[in-house]
């Protein structure tokens, strides 16, 4: 039985079925968290600059929707001198910065009612503290006075894909693993596709242990919309490197499927940066994990003239009416991740 947060009555909070919609529909806010951990990131100094590159994403949304940052209250203070004065500040604790995975994934009924889905983040197969970041989905359902619908797995959001019609698209070795479910991937799948209002899931193996998400696919493959797929790939495999043959895979595997209305995808490719500012070896440099806000596209720019300039000329193409806006957030490519990962939207009510 799902857990139901105490202020909403069970049969309006089982009242559905749900959906998660697209993340190119309105939003009415996103969601961020304020990284504090002195565990996950021991050096002062870096910290301060995760925290600053945070702030620069947070300040950047802002200017296109409301923006909630989440931390415990005896940070405020000093994040404020970071933060833009329009960013709302709610006192829920966290520990890191990744929203997309501990954040809420809003779902809503054809009533336009939402709930959060929890996907019970247990700190990515118990690699990282997550004593705050574990409450993070429940704390805010609590706080907006949405049911929380439990989805009977472990895992994140960031490692799968909604095209908001019915069809999600996720790497294997983030879902149908030990050290997140003791489940086969048929039980994962139906209860993925049941707890998002989904028809169809695309799998893929991905990578297991090379990285702390087991290759999150929301850094590789994202959806721009029914039937379209944009992927960053390098020029040409490279079967010495895991990262590169599972990524060639992923896109054989898509290439060769159908969405739940049955139609195959059309598909856009950017490129990888081949001179990064920062060349560490763990270091994400995605620029398909990009975040879309209402009016614009929020993605990160890498240092490498030419490529960020054809990755922000491609998602121009891809998102016309938006404004594409490019950061320098090495900070955060450095501990993994990318915009996309640090965000989280709620729909905006209908």
């Avoid at 203070?77 to 829920?92: G, H």
């Amino acid at each position: 039985m799902p857990w139901i947060a105490a202020s909403c009555s069970v049969a309006a909070a089982t009242r559905g079925p749900f959906s998660m919609p697209e993340e190119g529909n309105p939003h009415a806010r996103t969601f961020m968290q304020w990284p504090v951990s002195r565990k996950v990131h021991p050096d002062p100094v870096f910290l301060d600059m995760l925290q600053q590159a945070i702030a620069d994403v947070a300040n950047t949304i802002v200017a296109f929707e409301p923006v909630v940052m989440l931390m415990a209250s005896t940070y405020g203070k000093r994040a404020r001198r970071k933060l833009s004065d329009a960013v709302e500040i709610w006192d829920i604790p966290t520990d890191d910065l990744w929203c997309r995975d501990s954040g809420p994934v809003f779902v809503r009924n054809a009533d336009g009612n939402q709930a959060v889905c929890q996907l019970n983040f247990n700190g990515w197969g118990g690699k990282q503290t997550h004593r705050n970041d574990g409450m993070i989905a429940k704390r805010i359902a609590q706080r907006l006075g949405l049911p929380v619908i439990d989805s009977g797995v472990v895992g994140e959001a960031g490692g799968l894909e909604s095209d908001g019609h019915g069809t999600l698209m996720a790497h294997e070795s983030s879902w149908v693993n030990a050290n997140r479910n003791a489940l086969k991937r048929s039980v994962i799948e139906k209860r993925l596709l049941k707890v998002l209002g989904a028809k169809k899931m695309i799998w893929a193996p991905g990578v297991k242990g090379a990285d702390i998400t087991d290759y999150h696919i929301d850094s590789l493959a994202r959806f721009v919309g029914p039937g379209h797929i944009v992927i960053q790939l390098p020029e040409r495999i490279d079967h010495d490197d895991p990262w590169s043959t599972a990524a060639f895979t992923t896109y054989d595997i898509l290439k060769t499927s159908r969405d739940a209305s049955g139609k195959s995808f059309e598909f856009d490719i950017l490129p990888e940066p081949g001179r990064p500012r920062v060349r560490s070896e763990n270091f994400v440099a995605s620029y398909v994990n990009y975040y879309i806000c209402n009016g614009a596209v929020i993605t990160a720019r890498f240092g490498d003239k030419d490529s960020d300039a054809s990755a922000a000329a491609k998602l121009g193409r891809l998102y016309p009416e938006r404004e594409i806006v490019m950061l320098d957030v090495d900070p955060i490519g450095e501990v993994g991740g990318g915009i996309h990962c640090a965000t989280q939207q709620q729909p905006a009510e209908v």
